[in-house]
């Protein structure tokens, strides 16, 4: 492979297959929650996994038509309900997921070298869909592009309106196991049904809920300015010791989690990168599993979208001229915040069709690095790499493969700020 970090083309020997439940399952239509349904959440999450050593692709196949039976709503497609058409709902009609097969021109060892970040060629590894709207997307894309020198890398694309981080884990770790083992029973039965997250009628909204609005602010001017800039990714790995350099900044006054003090951390970097006014309200949105929060609890196996983002909010000038202690404060309010009562607030709330999550001069992050999605093995072992197909404007926290307690920060932010945001992101000195 070139010197060049861009992936060399994927070659296609045939055309994409529809991978169906392998028996028949139930035909229906299934109720998307308002947590499910959010504007927010209509994309795919894309995940990249590169492995030594190949699968037998028909194993593969055979495994996620056995998988699908018991995640069937992923085999179906998503579209308009009937009765609202601001709302979608799916439509459990097994028509299957899309399945690729490719060969690229390169080694495990390769993809290695470029992996630090991800850039614009990793769209090749994932077939695309050519789709007038979002709803005649396939809920699961998967392709698989054999390598030079016998490894593989899997890409799928999962509707974020049918699962979230844990749920697309929860599904990928039961194909996988399938997969490795064709006796396998599943530990969990998946929950299919959101009624569980039904809104209350009528809505009872005693809460405010500073993570949404129902009109562009005027601060959302500046972050279309900032989004209308070229982006590129930033990667910053955080191991032990360097977490445990930040964790001393609070103690003993403040005991805090790796993600409280990695959110603060993150936060004000990217405050100060971005050089924005020091008068702005600036939000730093975070995704928090409710599914042991709320009570009853959600059921063991729910894979829908059971989690909420916590809102922590303050000046730019605050952000960048406190202490470290003080942003872990904020976030772990945050994060105190999100009771039962206050969820049921939120999901009443997304009933009114207008509200939005508020992404004006916002940081959003999305924790990927306590799902077990580096653990994945489909019985040749687990993955060499794991993260995203592509980078965003929202700021993921990574696994770092064979380092548990390490975690590596994936943000794309404008050009002209990516020194800058990489250099506070390694600096630990809070004055």
Known sequence: ????????????????????????????????????????????????????????????????????????????????SSEDEQKLEIDCNGEGAVFAEAFMDCTADDF???????????????????????????????????????????????????????????????????????????????????HVLKPRSPPHIPFDHPGFTRI???????????????????????????????????????????????????????????????????KLLFSVNVRKRLKPELPQGYYGNGFVLGCAESTAKEVVSANLHSGVKLVQQAKSALTDDYVKSMIDLLEDKTVRTDLSATLVISQWSKLGLEDLDFGEGKPLEMGPLLSDIYCLFLPVIGHFDATRVLLSVPECAADKFEYYMNDFSYI
Request: charge should be positive.
């Open 216 to 282: 562009a602010t005027g601060n959302q001017n500046q972050h279309l300015h900032l989004q209308s800039q070229p982006l590129v990714p930033t990667s910053s790995t955080f191991t032990p010791s360097h977490i445990l350099e930040l964790k001393r900044q609070c103690t003993p006054s403040l005991k805090c989690t790796t993600f409280e003090v990695l959110a603060s951390h993150t936060w004000r970097a990217w405050v100060k990168a971005l050089d924005l006014s020091p008068s702005l309200n600036v």
């Open 1 to 80: 492979m070139p010197r060049s970090s861009d992936l060399p083309d994927c070659f296609y020997q045939s055309q994409p297959i529809l991978i169906s439940p392998n028996r028949p399952t139930p035909k229906h239509s299934l109720y998307l929650s308002n947590l499910d349904d959010q504007k927010f959440l209509r994309f795919s999450i894309k995940y990249l996994y590169l492995f030594r050593k190949s699968t037998s692709l028909d194993g593969l196949k055979y495994s996620l038509s056995r998988a699908l039976v018991d995640y069937y709503p992923l085999a179906g497609r998503l579209r308009t």
């Open 112 to 194: 290695l070298e470029v992996s630090s970040r991800p850039n614009r060629s990793w769209r090749k590894l994932l077939y695309r869909i050519e789709a007038h709207s979002f709803c005649d997307i396939p809920p699961l894309i998967v392709q698989v592009t054999s390598l030079r020198c016998g490894g593989m890398i899997l890409c799928t694309a999962i509707n974020h309106c049918l699962c979230d981080g844990v749920g697309t884990s929860q599904f990928l770790h039961a194909w996988a196991h399938i997969t490795a083992n064709p006796n396998w029973d599943p530990t969990i039965v998946p929950f299919h049904s959101r």
